[in-house]
């Protein structure tokens, strides 16, 4: 076996967007208070008929369409925006997919991590089964109550990434820096469609979770800072990335390069906060966008609140540039439907979970959209595009 990593990511995102300039022009603000102050420029916004299965499944279709199905018996899917306390998300995937039966699903939630801790899992089972192949889906609807701070933080995506023995993109190392701190700086209670955030203390959970992890992946035998070419962070907006790699860098008395983290932030800029989503968008801008990665070794830093952090490092295959895909990322973005703030805003007060009967209005261009709920359950349907 040569090694096991991530052998293919496809990313998608929600019908609409909002740009932060019409946000400020709104609100009143500076413009550059988005686009420099939190390094954001616009977030995506489902349509009424979008959720994380639906972004989840057309991420996921796009890699089974390119990879088949032989050798997936996993699905793992990680949100920290469940549609249902019980049924995981994967399930309805899964039928959205058409998979075969002999396949294991389930969900994971810690906030923002679930993702990294699904593609942990994966590595684990293909450890056990080299023929196996995993799917791993992470998808999220960031919301926060209107005019507070947390506005502009928002946004929608999911990451679909196939986790493999002998991996097109990245080989996955060994060693693993981790770091859990119970702190308060972000949560969702079960009576709630909108996060709670304590900003300020959300930024130094992050950062301390950042450096705790790489003094831990030290001690378990990781890498030389010098040793790696670029980092791709978790990215709740882009500056919070920043403000950490700053203090890693004065931590293990190396320069700080603002630029080096640059490519990785590219997509996140546009859809916003992704949540367990986040890191793996911007794996695929930092894959699709840099061309100076064959063999070079990488790392990758996830964060949840509440807090778990894990550093984890690997290689980039020398020919992951045969399996670009910007210029779908890029096509992905620019079909989104422009919002003014008044119909961002009216979407967002109509909220996202429901178990009333109810029928959802055709929105969407995606594969696949939410029809609604009948009898308590939801339902969900092919629409024939995409």
Known sequence: MSGIGIHDIAIATGHHV???????????VDPAKYHVGIGQDAFSVPAPDEDIVTMGAAAAKEVIDRHGVEGIRTVLFATESGVDQSKAAGVYVHGLLGLPHNVRVVELKQACYGGTAAVQLALGIIARAPHERVLVIAADVARYDVDTAAEPTQ????????VSADPDLVEIEPAAGVFTADVDDFWRPNDRSTALVDGRLSVSAYVDAFV?????LAAQGGPAYEDIVRFVHHQPFTKMALKAHRKLTQHVGAPFDESELAVGFTYNKQTGNTYTASLWIGLAALLDLDDDLAGERIALFSYGSGSVGELITGIVRPDHRDHRR???VRALLDAREPLTVDAYRELHAAGA???VDVERPRVTTAPYRFAGVRGGARHYEATGRG
């Open 18 to 28: 909002l740009e932060l300039d019409d946000l400020a022009e709104r609100l009143g």
């Open 155 to 162: 946004g929608a995506g999911a990451a679909a990434i196939l």
């Open 212 to 216: 705790g992890a790489w003094d831990d």
């Open 326 to 328: 910007q210029g779908r």
């Open 353 to 355: 979970a429901t178990s």
